[in-house]
């Protein structure tokens, strides 16, 4: 911080292209591939990595208008409190955001502990699903332990995480690249492109495991107030970041899928792993399985980090239960924050990588992509007083696409994520209820 008690604007371009790339490409896409291939059942399935790069896109120009307004720290809870603010809704949606949140951010978090196991179980191949249970266990604890202290290095993992990522991936596309079979790339089942009703549901199905490996093109709008020049390097750096990771991963899933028959692919759990085994052995396999390892590690260790603050700030600011705002006494950490979010991580990592990726996006759609649509709406519309010094091109059509792909996502997820992100909803809104006459009390009948 400067002297004046105010952030440092220190990221450029640059570091805000690689903060965004850094946390989109963590362990997501070397444990995804076999269900993005199952959702469509072929190679196919490329459709959901082209249509998921349109919505990201769409949504990011959301991202970028909203965060050039309002260049500060928390991203979606910061525009729906501003935005809102001195309406009915400017005590619910912030509070409706943190809400999910908690919910939503250990389940991604989970996903990483359950991309360590299946990894992990290269060298141990009779894990089963007590063994696979018992790794989610020792890496969640461990994790908690690390960080219920003093932190001082997450920068410094920060770039060892991109390091290793990259150095995997490039030698994933290249070794894919030289062994490049066309017929077994384009390998497509009968029916492949005929559209129906499971078609369409598949396709939904696949878009969501697409948009699950693209989360984190939004990242550099959290920390708008460190950002130089936001509106114009939030809105590129974003835009880079979605053209670049989608490059990456379709020439990592054509890669793979010219190498492996995609029929033997849906059913690993380790595709990398063995993929480079094909092509260069048992010890090169071996390696590659070691650098995903960390990647994943890494990449939660950063995501408890970073996600373990957010409620904390919430409770800070008065717009969510106190309890979160406790300090532990000598680290000062929000260790009230990093146990609960860890401990509902831990419990999470018992479902199946699809069942929690399902959920984690079902539970975040409609309060915060959907919510951060209607805010920008709202903003346009009635706060002429907010400058937006970044106006997204072609308005609103970006914003219709995005609206409407979120709601394509959602209604095809299956009844039950649907319903677990409707029941979210309803549950939250009943919390914020009891919480706000709560809060009332305390304040001797303010309104809160």
């Given at each position: ?281 048992p010890h090169a396999a071996g390696a590659v399985t070691v650098l995903v390892l960390w990647t994943a590690f890494a990449s939660v260790f950063a995501l408890l980090f970073g996600y373990s603050r957010i409620p904390y700030a919430a409770a800070v600011d008065g717009h969510f239960f106190r309890a979160f705002a406790h300090l532990h006494p000598s680290g000062r950490f929000p260790d009230v924050s990093l146990l609960l979010l860890g401990g509902l991580a831990i419990g999470a990592s018992f ?98």
């Amino acid at each position: 911080m400067t002297s004046g008690g105010k952030l440092v604007r220190g990221f450029g371009l640059l570091q805000a292209t690689a903060l965004n790339m850094s946390n989109m490409v963590g362990v997501g896409p070397f444990i995804t591939i076999p269900l993005i291939i199952a959702a469509m059942g072929g190679p196919q399935c490329m459709l959901g990595w082209l249509l998921g790069a349109v919505l990201a896109l769409c949504d990011g120009l959301v991202w970028s208008e909203l965060a050039a307004a309002m260049p500060g720290t928390g991203g979606t809870y910061l525009y729906l409190r501003t935005i809102f603010r001195g309406t009915r809704w400017g005590g619910i949606l912030p509070f409706l955001f943190i809400w999910q949140f908690i919910l939503s951010g250990p389940l991604e978090i989970a996903s990483g502990y359950i991309g360590f196991a299946q990894y992990l179980s290269y060298f141990w191949r009779s894990m089963g699903w007590l063994g696979t249970r018992m790794v989610c266990i020792v890496v969640g604890v461990s994790l908690v332990a690390l960080l219920y202290r003093r932190v001082t290095a997450v920068g410094r993992l920060t770039v060892v995480l991109w390091v290793g990522m990259l150095a995997t991936v490039l030698w994933i596309i290249a070794s894919g690249i030289a062994s490049f079979h066309l017929a077994m790339a384009f390998d497509f089942p009968a029916g492949a492109f005929t559209f129906s009703r499971g078609f369409a549901a598949g396709l939904g199905s696949a878009m969501l495991i697409a948009m699950y490996d693209f989360m984190g093109y939004y990242d550099i709008c959290y920390v708008g107030e460190e950002v130089r020049d936001a509106p114009r390097t939030i809105p590129k750096s974003i835009l880079y970041s979605v053209v670049a990771v989608a490059a990456i991963y379709a020439l990592m899933n054509l890669s793979i899928i010219a190498v492996l028959p995609w029929r033997e692919v849906v059913q690993s759990k380790f595709v990398a792993a063995q993929f480079i085994e094909r092509l260069y052995g048992p010890h090169a396999a071996g390696a590659v399985t070691v650098l995903v390892l960390w990647t994943a590690f890494a990449s939660v260790f950063a995501l408890l980090f970073g996600y373990s603050r957010i409620p904390y700030a919430a409770a800070v600011d008065g717009h969510f239960f106190r309890a979160f705002a406790h300090l532990h006494p000598s680290g000062r950490f929000p260790d009230v924050s990093l146990l609960l979010l860890g401990g509902l991580a831990i419990g999470a990592s018992f479902f199946d990588l699809d069942t929690v990726i399902s959920a984690l996006l079902t539970s975040r759609i409609l309060i915060q992509f959907i919510g951060q649509i209607a805010a920008l709406h709202y903003l346009r519309k009635h706060r002429g007083d907010v400058a937006r010094p970044f106006r997204m091109w072609l308005y609103p059509v970006p914003v219709a696409i995005a609206f409407a792909g979120w709601i394509y996502i959602f209604a095809t997820s299956g009844w039950k994520y649907a319903a677990f992100g409707l029941v979210t909803l309803v549950v939250g809104t009943a919390v914020y209820g009891i919480w706000a006459r709560g809060r009332e009390s305390d304040t001797g009948g303010a309104r809160v």
